[in-house]
């Protein structure tokens, strides 16, 4: 399934799986019952197809600042370590 995404600025807005979009289309060829009544339904999908798309990007997102922070982390370990050897060779 092919994802569209919509960019404004640099920033991503939408992520439409692009079967959705079609579909969109095509229930807007049909007569005004067909319409009036598919339309909600695929309108109701979009919206739950952008809002899996932001809560997945807010998660890749967390997740890439948890491992950055992490790395930070052990960075800052391993010279408190250094640190703590230096000190302790002074002192001896």
């Known amino acids: 399934m092919s994802t569209v995404i919509t960019q404004k600025r640099g920033l991503v807005v939408d992520q439409v799986p692009f079967e959705l979009i079609e579909l969109k289309e095509r229930i807007a060829a049909q007569s005004a019952d067909i319409r009036a009544e598919l339309e909600p339904l695929v309108d109701d999908a979009m919206e739950h197809a952008r809002f899996r798309g932001?809560?997945?990007?807010?998660?890749?997102?967390?997740l890439e600042r948890f491992r950055l922070d992490l790395?930070?982390?052990?960075?800052?370990?391993?010279?408190?370590?250094?640190?703590?050897?230096?000190?302790?060779?002074r002192l001896e």
Not at 54 to 62: G, H, P, T
Not at 71 to 89: C, P, Q, S, W
């Open 71 to 89: 790395v930070l982390l052990e960075f800052d370990l391993e010279a408190t370590r250094r640190e703590r050897e230096a000190l302790r060779a």
């Open 54 to 62: 932001r809560a997945m990007s807010l998660a890749r997102d967390a």
